[in-house]
Nanobody, 122 residues
Framework: QVQLVESGGGSVQAGGSLRLSCAAS????????MGWFRQAPGKERERVAV???????TYANSVKGRFSISKDNAKNTLYLQMNSLKPEDTAMYYC????????????????WGQGTQVTVSS
């Protein structure tokens, strides 16, 4: 059974940093594409960053230069390092996984975590 469990969210002031983690189990982690998505109240879910099975990364323009996605295949864990946080980064952050990069990119992944809340105050 596939499980994705996020952690690391919290409340920080603008300019601060957080590192999100997503512990994965139940699938061949190293062969899957992984990503972070977020959804703020009243807004649609948006793609934040994705990493394919080869380690190539892509970021939303709004987080480029501030966020960094990485994964540790030995620990089956995905990370999102978030620096220089802004109030507009406030959202529920979700980890997603899929064997298809296209499905992940489109936000149509088969597997999602339960989310972790990030709140950035000004």
């Amino acid at each position: 059974q596939v499980q994705l469990v996020e952690s690391g969210g919290g409340s920080v002031q603008a300019g601060g940093s957080l590192r999100l983690s997503c512990a994965a189990s139940g699938f061949t982690y190293s062969t899957y594409s992984m990503g972070w998505f977020r959804q703020a109240p009243g807004k649609e879910r948006e793609r934040v960053a994705v990493i394919d099975s080869g380690g190539s990364t892509t970021y939303a323009n709004s987080v480029k230069g501030r966020f960094s996605i990485s994964k540790d295949n030995a620990k089956n864990t995905l990370y999102l390092q978030m620096n220089s946080l802004k109030p507009e980064d406030t959202a529920m952050y979700y980890c997603a996984a899929d064997s298809s990069f296209s499905r992940l990119w489109l936000g149509q992944s088969n597997y999602w975590g339960q989310g972790t809340q990030v709140t950035v105050s000004s």
